[in-house]
């Protein structure tokens, strides 16, 4: 994330530039990085935002000793374009991980998509290479899953996870089960060598991944600075957890899942300390985009909080996302290499960390475009001092009784010609639109439209990755399918234009 738009530049220049500087000679070891990227996680999941039942103990204990960011955004509402917007430090509308093929609608990487991340982007793995990082992905890649498109072409050095969601189970004939990785080669497939129960919800890759991210950081923390991408996928419908965590939660099976990946993260943080690695280690914790109220409540969370978030186009909730970094040390030290603190222990930033004279500083003023796919959906400006939320296209869905009147629908509909303006400061969640006939509408609108036009006519489109579906490139023989008796026969291939819903 993110993921994560009010980041992105922030992420590729201020870490990996400032990372390289370290590296020059005579100068200390360059700061791990562990990046921790949920899957639909909402901004009021987690305790210190808010949930009551306060099941996260290491994230909230994690923004108490470092910082939480309240207003913190993903790039768009669906996984892929979240992530290539992450990992790129490029808007999905810029890497090409956008679709043309129908007016204000999201896309993402099912396995019949033809797409994903295009050579020309560099992604922060590979930048970081170039400082002499070891970089691992654990979990879900989500950029494409043909060859061109493996995260070991990209920066990565390792990989252990899948290039796709966990759903299933497929029958292997009309559409073959999702592989899962280590390195180059499958090593087996969801719902067979990975099992998920769908009845009861358990499943173990969780404990999985968490012992790959402990075993990587054991091998490089005293070797090489490392870069860490744990993206774990448990609460992504079907909901998932180990058997330990299942029937624990006040939460049903998706608080199940949300305690687990908290104690992992636990752990971790627990291990860099006794590495006594933790002081040059920044951690960062995040989603890709809000929570699938799609799924709710069975799948999903509909927890009552401040914001109300779903992976749909675009209601501004779905990119408010969770955002904290540890800062193990010096807390609220301003590091010479990165930002990692400012102010005190627990200190909520009002935005993001300032980039005091650094590369890809962005002023508190600068605007920021939400559901950067086609077209423009949102746009955010002003975030300390007058935060405004223009707002040109909605549809979602919502949790029983939290129906904004007026806001919400189950609609997709177009408001480029009144937009709905939000003042984040006195409304952060976004329920009270400002009166169009009111004075602070019409300065707002103004001062918007003016900074929208002039990002759209400096805008350059990337080529849309997103919009060729093929049944024959699913993945039907991946690397290694053949060691394994795994390969299946792919049908003829027949490209055609996908259809996206969302």
């Not at 390289?20 to 990046?35: H, V």
């Not at 494409?144 to 390792?158: A, C, I, S």
């Not at 860490?228 to 299942?246: E, G, I, N, R």
Request: hydrophobic letters at 35%.
């Amino acid at each position: 994330m993110a993921a994560v738009v009010a980041a992105t530049r922030w992420w590729r220049l201020l870490l990996v530039l400032s990372a390289a500087g370290m590296g020059a000679s005579g100068a200390p070891q360059p700061p791990n990085i562990l990046l921790l990227l949920m899957d639909d996680m909402g901004w009021g999941d987690l305790g210190v935002y808010g949930e009551p039942s306060r099941e996260t103990p290491n994230l909230d204990r994690m923004a108490a000793e470092g910082m939480l960011f309240p207003n913190f955004y993903s790039a768009n509402p669906l996984c892929s374009p979240s992530r290539a917007a992450l990992l790129t430090g490029r808007l999905p509308i810029r890497n090409g991980f956008y679709t043309t093929n129908a007016h204000a609608r999201n896309a993402y990487t099912p396995q019949e998509i033809v797409g994903g991340i295009p050579d020309s982007e560099q992604l922060l793995p590979e930048l970081l290479k170039k400082a002499g990082y070891v970089s691992k992905i654990v979990g879900k890649w989500h950029l494409g899953h043909r060859p061109q498109f493996h995260p070991l072409k990209h920066g990565f050095d390792e990989w252990f996870g899948s290039p796709n969601c966990h759903f299933g189970p497929y029958d292997n004939k009309a559409r073959p089960n999702i592989p899962v990785y280590r390195d180059w080669e499958m090593v087996g497939r969801y719902y067979e060598e990975f099992p998920i129960n769908l009845k009861t919800g358990e499943a173990n890759l969780t404990q999985i991944y968490l012992q790959e991210a402990l075993d990587f950081i054991k091998r490089q923390a005293r070797h090489h600075p490392f870069f860490l991408y744990w993206a774990v996928d448990a609460t992504h419908a079907p909901v998932y957890a180990s058997k330990p965590f299942l029937g624990t939660s006040q939460r049903g099976r998706y608080g199940d899942a949300v305690r687990e990946i908290d104690d992992s993260i636990g752990k971790m943080l627990e291990l860099l300390q006794d590495l006594h690695v933790a002081d040059n280690t920044f951690v960062f914790f995040t989603s890709d985009n809000g929570a699938a109220l799609i799924s709710a409540p069975e799948q999903g969370e509909c927890s009552p909080s401040l914001l109300t978030v779903s992976p749909q186009p675009a209601w501004p909730s779905w990119a408010s996302v969770p955002g904290i970094a540890a800062c193990e040390g010096r807390p609220g030290h301003r590091s010479p290499s990165i930002v990692t603190c400012e102010g005190r222990p627990g200190h909520r930033s009002p935005s993001i960390a300032a980039c005091e004279g650094r590369p890809g500083h962005r002023s508190s003023d600068e605007p920021l475009g939400h559901g950067q796919t086609w077209p423009l959906m949102a746009v955010v400006q002003g975030l300390q001092d007058t935060p405004s939320l223009l707002f040109s296209l909605q549809g979602i869905d919502f949790c029983p009784g939290q129906n904004v009147s007026g806001v919400t629908t189950h609609n997709l509909e177009d408001h480029t010609k009144l937009p709905l303006i939000f003042h984040l400061g006195r409304d952060p969640g976004e329920r009270f639109p400002l009166s169009f006939a009111s004075a602070e509408y019409q300065e707002a609108l103004s001062r918007i439209t003016s900074v929208v036009q002039q990002h759209q006519e400096a805008l350059v489109p990337g080529q849309p990755q997103l919009n060729v579906c093929n049944w024959a490139v699913m993945n039907w023989a991946p690397p290694g399918c053949e060691k394994l008796g795994k390969c299946l026969t792919p049908p003829e291939s027949i490209p055609k234009k996908c259809l996206w819903s969302h």
